[in-house]
C-alpha cells in the first residue's frame, strides 16, 4: 500500500488498474471477480483505501519525485514556492530538511 500511495500522489491522480502492484490485482479479481463487480468500483474502493490508511508522508514524498521529474536539473534544491498538483512540496522539502539537519 505505501508504494500505491506514492505512485498515486506521484501522478496526482487516481491509478488505473495497470498501475496497482500485480498481488493486489490477484487478491481484488480473486476475491470479488469480475462477475460481481466492475474494475471501476474495484479501483473507486482502492484508491479510497490508499488515501485513507497513507501516511502523510508518503503522500508528500510521492508529490515531491513528481515535481523533481519536471525539474530540469534534479540535483538543485527544490524552491520554497515549488507546487506540483496543486500541493506545496517546497515547504514541505523544507521543513523535511529542518527536521532531519
Do not use: C
Request: proline share 5%; net charge negative; no cysteine.
Amino acid at each position: 500500500m505505501q508504494k500505491a500511495a506514492v505512485d498515486r500522489a506521484k501522478r496526482g491522480q487516481s491509478l488505473g488498474w495497470e498501475d496497482l502492484p500485480s498481488l493486489l490485482q490477484d487478491t481484488l479479481v480473486d476475491g470479488f471477480g469480475p462477475e460481481k463487480v466492475s474494475k471501476n468500483w474495484l479501483l473507486k474502493a482502492v484508491d479510497e483505501a490508499i488515501l485513507n490508511a497513507a501516511d502523510s508522508w508518503d503522500l508528500m514524498y510521492g508529490h515531491f519525485l513528481a515535481f523533481r521529474e519536471t525539474m530540469e536539473d534534479p540535483t538543485k534544491p527544490v524552491p520554497l514556492g515549488a507546487e506540483i498538483h496543486g500541493v506545496e512540496v517546497g515547504k514541505w522539502v523544507a521543513r523535511q530538511f529542518l527536521a532531519w539537519r
